[in-house]
């Protein structure tokens, strides 16, 4: 899977995952809910094939959506 796999949506809550903000964070700085914060992850998540947080992060990492 690639980082293509994602809606630009979704890309941008990875980004910001990856980044250390929290769902409400995200939630605050994107206008939505943390519900859909965390609804967006878990599909992610599920398109993905991963199986936790940190997973997701590393998936990101590796994907170039975020530095190092």
């Known amino acids: 899977?690639?980082?293509q796999t994602l809606?630009?949506?979704q890309r941008e809550i990875l980004e910001l995952l990856a980044g250390g903000r929290s769902a409400k964070?995200?939630?605050a700085v994107l206008g939505i809910s943390a519900r859909t914060v965390e609804?967006?992850?878990y599909r992610m998540m599920?398109?993905?094939g991963l199986h936790s947080s940190a997973e997701l992060v590393?998936?990101?990492?590796?994907q170039g959506i975020v530095p190092i």
């Open 58 to 62: 590393h998936f990101a990492i590796k």
């Open 25 to 27: 964070e995200i939630a």
């Open 7 to 9: 809606t630009p949506r």
């Open 1 to 3: 899977m690639t980082a």
């Open 46 to 48: 599920e398109t993905l």
């Open 39 to 41: 609804f967006h992850k």
